[in-house]
């Protein structure tokens, strides 16, 4: 059936307790507890315009809590999943998208999300991320956790460098990027990723004019969350 008007406004009262703001063209609900939101955009209630928009998403509820005005997600995925940048953050005064064609399934658990899959695509690089990140407990007296406010923080930070960063791909030949996440008891995850590529052009460095290696791997390791920053240990071959 087309989405109540209630389970409409849970939706976006609960978000906006996280500060945040979502609007869908289309939302559909069945009485097993699942909900599709179709057309989706979705960002900070801080921000001018949404950070996020996704073609589909899918939740699963129980539908017992619902009727008690609960909104807790047992499972949340979503497909076409855009990230942009607004032109008014951004360095180059355009709309940046930072990453397009995400799918992703995710599966909180307590303060234990764990990721089913997530695969998208960051300008040229493929890239593919499994495993589960342990969230800050919520503040005392408050809805809202510190985390929302450091991941928007960090998104925004992250995002006016990621232009110059895509940018920087384009030298990598069919480059992909695994990332493993690993709950850690006092960061949010260990995070180790490889990268791997059928070659580096080396055209913009113009003593090596006209050259390119072959392929190449680089694995790398570090501890994501916290409030002191982290070494990242790397290897690699080419």
Do not use: Q
């Not at 997600?73 to 953050?89: K, N, Q, T």
């Not at 290696?213 to 409030?227: S, Y």
């Amino acid at each position: 059936i087309s989405l109540p008007g209630p389970v409409r406004r849970l939706i976006e009262r609960r978000l906006a307790e996280k500060g945040f703001e979502v609007t869908f063209t289309r939302g559909t609900f069945d009485f097993s507890g699942r909900i599709l939101l179709e057309h989706v955009a979705f960002g900070p209630t801080s921000t001018p315009t949404p950070l996020v928009t996704a073609r589909s998403v899918y939740l699963k509820i129980n539908p017992w809590e619902l009727a008690l005005l609960h909104l807790d997600a047992r499972m949340v995925s979503a497909s076409g999943v855009d990230f942009y940048l607004p032109a008014m953050m951004s360095p180059s005064g355009e709309d940046e998208t930072l990453a397009g064609d995400v799918d992703f399934t995710l599966l909180p658990r307590g303060r234990l999300l764990e990721i089913g899959h997530l695969t998208g695509r960051v300008g040229g690089l493929s890239v593919c991320a499994g495993g589960a990140l342990r969230l800050p407990a919520p503040r005392e007296g408050s809805a809202a956790s510190p985390f929302v406010d450091k991941l928007v923080d960090a998104y925004l930070r992250s995002g006016r460098k990621a232009p110059a960063l895509i940018a920087r791909l384009s030298a990598l030949e069919s480059p992909m990027l695994d990332i493993e996440l690993v709950p850690s008891e006092t960061r949010i995850a260990i995070v180790r990723a490889t990268l791997r590529a059928n070659g580096l052009n080396l055209a913009a460095t113009p003593a090596l004019h006209n050259t390119a290696t072959g392929p190449l791997i680089l694995n790398a390791e570090t501890l994501l969350g916290g409030d002191t920053s982290s070494l990242v240990r790397a290897d690699g071959r080419i």
